[in-house]
């Protein structure tokens, strides 16, 4: 149906710099929202920033100033450029998109294998 491929983690310092990039593909009709998910061990996974197909973009409070999201509706990517990083920042880093799939009524959230980001020095 729909798969996500993200990618882009590593390991960086503190005030370092990292692009994460996610690209959906498969069969589907629409996608409303892409954007990141990120879950630290020990945590609930959170979302970091998302943008919907209008363009419109949201961040978590922990992390505006520090991180871009954009999205390509064309080629159904999306790409979080992060600055400024802190160890706070180390997580597992999802993908994930709002699509309405070939075959399935109504839209669903499908989601990337993870890319783990580690700020450490």
């Known amino acids: 149906q729909v798969q996500l491929v993200d990618s882009g983690g590593g390991l960086v310092q503190p005030g370092g710099s990292l692009r994460l990039s996610c690209t959906a593909s498969?069969?589907?009709?629409?996608?409303?929202?892409m954007g990141w998910y990120r879950q630290a061990p020990g945590k609930q996974r959170e979302l970091a920033a998302s943008?919907?197909?209008?363009?419109?973009?949201s961040y978590a409070e922990s992390v505006k100033g520090r991180f871009t999201i954009t999205g390509d509706h064309v080629k159904n990517t999306v790409d979080l450029q992060m600055n400024n990083l802190k160890p706070e920042d180390t997580a597992v880093y999802y993908c994930?998109?709002?699509?309405?799939?070939?075959?399935?009524?109504?839209?669903?959230?499908?989601w990337g294998q993870g890319t783990q980001v580690t700020v450490s020095s």
């Open positions: 943008i919907t197909e209008d363009d419109i973009a």
């Open positions: 498969g069969r589907f009709f629409n996608i409303r929202a």
């Open positions: 994930y998109a709002n699509v309405l799939a070939v075959g399935i009524i109504g839209h669903k959230d499908f």
